[in-house]
């Protein structure tokens, strides 16, 4: 896995000042945190992820006697919006947001507005596992440099799925997909892209379809996003009516689409956890008949990150987290299909042999898809892509 993730890297550094580690010495951190409760402010749109939480609270509880306790949010900016508005109010220590699973724009905001606590990730014991080597996967976020602000803790690419008890041969890549469509109307949708996982369909769509891909590497301009752009918008156009109800209403998110595959109402789903459909099917919600599919050109991936906000009130104890999340037995647990089955953020070649061993001992299914099987990673845009795609998603489809 090493590298897998590798993204180009911005010219210009958004680096914050550099600050000293508020808790160099790990055994100090440890006693600051025990005790504490740590609140994770993490998407709770998954039951898996949300029970994968549960446990890890047990964990550190256990082992460190720290609580963890999940916010369940919607969407990440709630949890963004939060911390901005004590800085704004001059909530400088205390703050209600301890730990956030956050990615691309979020964090970009977040750590040019210098709401985040750190660098931090040189001082996690674990961090010895990661290849943090500069523009390596783990030190990257959407193009943007993470210089130790955020930590990672699980694998994240984009991949499809397809009942195949109905689509013997699904489409080679995104323009095979709108002749999929034209030869079955009504049996494609995707999530709304005020949804992260709509969102990345569209990314997904953009990074095949653009004329010059490596311009999505850097901040938008308006002369780039019409030029990239414009093959996208007119594929899409084709495509919507082609569209479960006509492309006329959305799941609100993988979720809803999942359950949408599983009652025969679409032949595909898409997940960014390429385990997803295989721990789904171990789970009762999905058919047996389900397999994973990637376009052949591959599919855009990212690591997901925990970041700590600078106001944070449990500062130790979400040191503690995110260094737990990076032990190899979490990460092993974490990957294993009856748990989460998210792909381990780790160097391979960093692992010892019982580590190792650990993960070549994972159960596998027919359903579960290699790194091979799931071909090449294309690089996520630069964070203003995104926002600036939805944006116009909507204006263009919502009036």
Known sequence: MRNLLAAPVLAASLALPLAAPAFADWA??????????????????????????????????????????????????EAVSRVQAEKAAGKDDGGAVDLIWINGPNFLAMKEAGLLHGPFVSDLPNAKYLDLS???????????????????????????????E???????????LLDWAKAHPGRFTHPNPSNFM??????????????????????????????ET??????????????????????????????LLADGEVDFAMFFDPAAPAAMIEQGVLPPSVRVWVPE????GNISYVAIPYNAAHQAGAELVANFLLDPATQAHMQDIRVLGSFSVLDPAKLDADAKAAFADLPTAPALPTLNDLGPTLPEPHPSWMTKLTEDWAQRYTK
């Open 134 to 164: 500069e523009g390596s996967a783990a030190a990257t976020d959407f193009t943007v440099p993470t210089e130790g602000y955020e930590s990672p803790w699980r694998l994240a690419k984009f991949a499809f799925a397809y009942d195949a």
């Open 230 to 259: 414009a093959p996208l918008w007119a594929w899409y156009d084709a495509l919507r009516p082609l569209m479960w109800r006509e492309g006329k209403s959305f799941p609100e998110n993988e979720s809803v689409q999942a359950q």
């Open 166 to 176: 109905r689509v013997s041969d699904p489409p080679k890549d995104m323009a095979g």
């Open 198 to 227: 709509g969102a990345s369909f569209l990314k997904q769509a953009l990074v095949e379809l653009a004329p010059d891909p490596a311009a999505l590497s850097q901040p938008v301009t308006d002369e780039a996003y019409a030029k």
């Open 297 to 300: 050109g591959g599919t855009i």
């Open 28 to 77: 100090q951190t440890e006693a600051e945190a025990k005790g504490q409760t740590v609140y994770f402010n993490a998407w709770g749109g998954d039951p898996r992820t949300n029970a994968f939480i549960d446990w890890v609270s047990d964990q550190m509880q256990e082992k460190y006697g720290v609580t963890v306790e999940q916010v369940k949010l919607s969407d990440t900016a």
